[in-house]
């Protein structure tokens, strides 16, 4: 994982660069993720602190600046989080607000499939890591977790599991291995749950983390389904 600072000589340059990434991949997206992204947008450009990495607002600033209700505030953030892209730092209490952090690495890494796009230079400075910098050695041993088996699933989709598993293994081994892919064709990844029921969670939670984790490796895909084999 890489943790971005946006500070020093280069902040500025850099936070604009986060924003045009996730600029060009909300246009290259359908307009429901269209329309996730542009809200994260709003609340990096009018809350967000750069500097500590905190996001403080609640609910009800956030469905005035969205100028939705608190349900799709709530909805909204569940899909912002499944994709890994925000976090609770600091649960809320009474009298005080949650704050959020945002994984601007992993927005980086999201967007990817876009940087090409946005220019050659654009995608050689994201490629030599300006304002990347791996995260500080631990300070204890770290857990070794056996090695993910995939069933001999390789391609695209061996590789899909792969970093879904290195990011949150989890939620990886709880649900994704349960997977299988049936075929990619059209910019759709098609996908084989063994039950309508986990069809239906995969495709209500977990569709925005498998989305960006397929256009890490595979632009072209710009959704993903999920049926019942």
């Not at 609640?58 to 994709?83: F, P, Y």
């Not at 994984?103 to 796009?117: F, H, I, M, S």
């Not at 204890?140 to 990011?167: C, H, K, S």
């Amino acid at each position: 994982m890489l943790a971005v600072k946006p500070v020093g000589r280069n902040a500025a340059a850099l936070k604009y660069d986060i924003l045009s990434a996730l600029g060009v991949q909300a246009l290259a997206l359908d307009k429901h993720r269209q329309r996730l992204i542009l809200r994260l947008m709003v609340l990096i450009t009018t809350r967000y602190n750069w500097q500590n990495n905190e996001l403080s607002i609640g609910r009800a600033e956030m469905a005035r600046l969205w100028s939705v209700d608190e349900r799709t505030v709530k909805r909204e953030l569940a899909k912002l989080r499944a994709a890994g892209w925000i976090s609770v730092k600091r649960a809320g209490v009474k009298g005080r607000v949650t704050v959020y952090e945002i994984d601007l690495g992993q927005l980086l890494l999201d967007t990817r499939g876009v940087w090409d796009g946005i220019g050659a230079d654009f995608a050689a400075r994201m490629e030599e890591g300006q304002g990347l910098t791996p995260e500080a050695e631990p300070k204890v041993i770290p857990f070794q977790r056996p090695a993910l088996a995939t069933d001999g699933q390789g391609g695209l989709w061996g590789q899909v599991l792969a970093a879904l598993d290195a990011r949150d293994p989890a939620t990886c081994r709880a649900w994704f291995t349960r997977l299988s892919e049936a075929e990619v064709a059209g910019g759709t990844a098609t996908l084989v749950a063994p039950s309508r029921f986990v069809a239906d969670y995969v495709e209500t939670h977990l569709s925005a983390r498998l989305l960006a984790a397929y256009s890490r490796f595979e632009p072209s895909v710009r959704a993903v389904k999920v049926v019942v084999g």
